[in-house]
């Protein structure tokens, strides 16, 4: 199976046409087993996820434990309101104190615009962005980009409007990159 061009998925504006591509491929195969009576596969088996929620979040959350869950992963979740966040503790600082529980991988929405770019040029570990401020939620654009394929049959050549407040949306821009990337 092909790689994608980074370790990390920090934002739509740096992935290539080619990873986007491979990802979906990828929910393709995942999309069969979710139909299926057993909804396991072995995929991230002995690797341990640590979602770091420090914004509230329902859907973006508990996708991602169900997913991670799915994949047989090891799955822990962080709140920041019962951490030593409060007590001033660094994001740095905080992520380095989970990641020394032996964590592999780290899944985080976060207040701060590039907090999830921030933290993957200072910790050892993967990073996903699952939202950072006004600057990113590339999961959620690749959803929508995979739910347009599915419904239209490609993206290419499509005309698409975002309604809303685009200006403070993270979810509208890592649309406009992705949907921009994939010819729309």
């Known amino acids: 199976m092909n790689k994608l061009s980074s370790e990390h998925l920090l934002g739509i504006k740096h992935l290539q046409q080619s990873d986007i591509s491979l990802i979906f491929q990828v929910a393709d195969n995942f999309?069969?087993?979710?139909?299926?009576?057993?909804k396991k596969v072995p995929s991230l088996?002995?690797?341990t996820v640590a979602n770091l929620f420090f914004?509230?979040?329902?859907?973006?959350?508990?996708?991602?434990?169900?997913?991670?869950?799915?994949l047989s992963a090891d799955v822990i979740n962080f709140s920041s309101s019962g951490s030593s966040v409060k007590k001033g503790e660094t994001l740095v600082d905080t992520v380095n104190n989970i990641l020394a529980m032996k964590v592999d991988m780290i899944v985080m929405r976060h207040p701060v615009p590039g907090a999830a770019l921030y933290l993957s040029e200072r910790v050892d570990a993967k990073i996903i962005n699952a939202g950072d401020g006004t600057h990113e939620h590339p999961t959620q654009a690749?959803?929508?980009?995979?739910?347009?394929r599915?419904?239209?049959?490609?993206v290419k050549g499509k005309k698409v409007v975002i309604v809303g407040d685009i200006t403070h949306s993270r979810v509208a821009l890592s649309n406009i990159f992705c949907l921009q990337k994939l010819g729309a």
């Open 55 to 70: 914004e509230n979040s329902t859907r973006t959350k508990l996708s991602f434990e169900l997913a991670e869950k799915r």
């Open 45 to 47: 088996r002995d690797i």
């Open 31 to 38: 999309k069969k087993v979710i139909n299926r009576p057993l």
């Open 142 to 148: 690749l959803l929508d980009a995979y739910s347009i």
């Open 150 to 154: 599915e419904r239209l049959g490609e």
